[in-house]
Each structure stands twice: as structure tokens, then as C-alpha cells.
């Protein structure tokens, strides 16, 4: 007996929300999807994941949702994170930082433990422990309390993600990448076992600047003034990996999907932005 887990790529905004809406019903049906978990540091206006769409996720159908550098930006989280238990923050934030790194769920009668890492370049803003130290030495600590492993490594460049992938083949069933919010072609089952991408993507609009209204991010970088972004409803898309693993942990199919996700109406969108 196989499990199925579909790992979404990176909700970004409101739109991203939407798509989600549209379309997470379906598919749970059609793949005979066992567990869902997605990237949400994007979901409120873009940057941050606010307190009212995470728990607006879950009710969704989201399973678990995972966060990177940008995950604490909106305020009410930092407390929220306290209490829920299906948000992750990466596990190398300093001890004293709120919220969980890792957490094990029961799928099917097997354990398996879900981990949320930061990579190294790119987040200037933060320094964090080293992901490619702490992350086996975590596996290590772990292990003997769960049959499997999944690792979402929030990273900038796939050199770095790459390096985990190797790093941790045979030690996790899956290891996939979030933060570029452009899914790649790169899926593949690694020599021992283990079931990789270098991003999962972006749930959200593929016409947009990482999902955002073109025209003010384009002003961002011509006249170099702080702006709020806005949510883009053109051309929306789920996207996302779906691995399947079996008894022994070992992955044994990866697939990539993208699913087109028609613009709402002008009053669906209004409703998509009361958040």
C-alpha cells in the first residue's frame, strides 16, 4: 500500500488562495491524494501568511502549511504559531523562536515526519543555523521515532538545493524546494530512493512578477521607493508535485502538475480580497 502526499508550490495572494479553492477538491478525488501540504509565506498579499488565511486554508483542505523568510512578516502569526499546530517554521530559526520546526503525522498506519528548513543564500536579513549540519543531524535524532521523512528546503538557488538532495538520499522520502515560485522540470527519484524537485512552483497568477501586479513591481525597481504590492487574477494556476511512496519509504512515481484556473469575475475577486 502506497501514500500519496501533494506538495503544493508557493501561494501568493489572494489569487493563489483562489486557485487553491478551485481546484483541491478534484484533485484529492481524482489522484486519491492521502495527505496535502503547501509553502504559504506568500499568501497574504504576498508577503507573510496572516492568522485568518492559514486557518482559511486548512479549512480547504491544506494539511499542513510551511513558511520561510518572509514567514513571520505579518504580526499576528508570531502568536498565532504558538497554538497551531499545522504551520511550520523552518526547524534551524533559533531555540526561543515561536511555533514548530517539525511535527510527525500518522498516514496510513506509518509515522512520518514532516521538516520545514531555511537555506543559507539569498536571506540576508536572516542567519539561521547551517540547514546541510542540522538537517541529518535532526534525521539522525528523530529516526527512531518515525518510519519516514519529507523536507521542504526554502531556498534560493538550486546549486543549494541540489546539495540537500544529495545530502539526504536515502535518509528522507521526499526533499523538494519552495521560494522561487517557478516549478521546474527537474523531478526525479534519486539512486537511493529518495523523491526530489527543485521547486514545487507557485499556486497564484504565472502573468504577474512572482505572482503581483506587474506595473507597481516594475516602479519598485525604476524609482526604488517602498510600494504595496497587489494580488494579479490573470492567468492562474495550481501547481505542485505529487509523490508517491511505499511501505519501505522509498518514492516510487513523482508527478508535476499545473492546472489552469479560470479568472474570477470582478465580485469573486472582491471576495477574494476581504482577506
Not at 258 to 267: K, L, M
Request: proline content about 4%; some cysteine.
Amino acid at each position: 500500500m502506497s501514500i500519496k502526499i501533494l506538495v503544493l508550490g508557493e501561494i501568493v495572494g489572494s489569487s493563489g488562495v483562489y486557485a487553491i479553492k478551485k481546484t483541491i477538491s478534484n484533485l484529492k478525488k481524482e489522484k486519491g491524494i492521502d495527505f496535502i501540504v503547501a509553502n504559504g509565506e506568500g499568501t497574504t498579499s504576498g508577503f507573510g501568511l496572516g492568522q485568518r488565511h492559514s486557518l482559511y486554508l486548512k479549512k480547504l483542505g491544506i494539511d499542513l502549511i510551511t513558511i520561510g523568510e518572509k514567514g513571520f512578516f505579518k504580526k499576528d502569526l508570531t502568536s498565532f504559531i504558538k497554538t497551531a499546530k499545522f504551520i511550520l517554521r523552518p526547524a534551524n530559526y533559533p531555540p526561543g523562536t515561536p511555533g514548530l520546526g517539525w511535527k510527525t503525522i500518522e498516514i496510513k498506519d506509518k509515522k512520518i515526519t514532516f521538516i520545514s528548513m531555511l537555506g543559507m543564500s539569498g536571506f540576508e536579513r536572516i542567519h539561521l543555523s547551517n540547514p546541510f549540519s542540522y538537517t541529518p543531524q535532526l534525521i539522525s535524532k528523530l529516526k527512531g521515532d518515525t518510519d519516514f521523512f519529507v523536507v521542504d528546503f526554502h531556498a534560493s538557488t538550486t546549486a543549494e538545493k541540489n546539495t540537500m538532495f544529495h545530502l539526504l538520499d536515502g535518509k528522507a522520502s521526499i526533499v523538494y524546494g519552495t521560494h522561487s515560485k517557478a516549478i521546474t522540470a527537474d523531478a526525479k527519484i534519486m539512486p537511493q530512493g529518495t523523491g526530489v524537485i527543485s521547486d514545487t512552483g507557485r499556486c497564484g497568477s504565472l502573468h504577474g512578477i512572482g505572482g503581483l501586479m506587474p506595473e507597481i513591481e516594475i516602479d519598485k525597481f525604476m524609482i526604488q521607493i517602498p510600494k504595496r504590492s497587489k494580488d494579479c487574477f490573470e492567468k492562474l494556476e495550481t501547481q505542485g508535485a505529487l509523490f508517491e511512496i511505499d511501505n519501505s519509504g522509498r518514492c516510487i512515481n513523482i508527478e508535476t502538475l499545473r492546472i489552469p484556473v479560470e479568472s474570477p469575475s470582478e465580485e469573486e475577486r472582491k471576495s477574494a480580497n476581504k482577506f
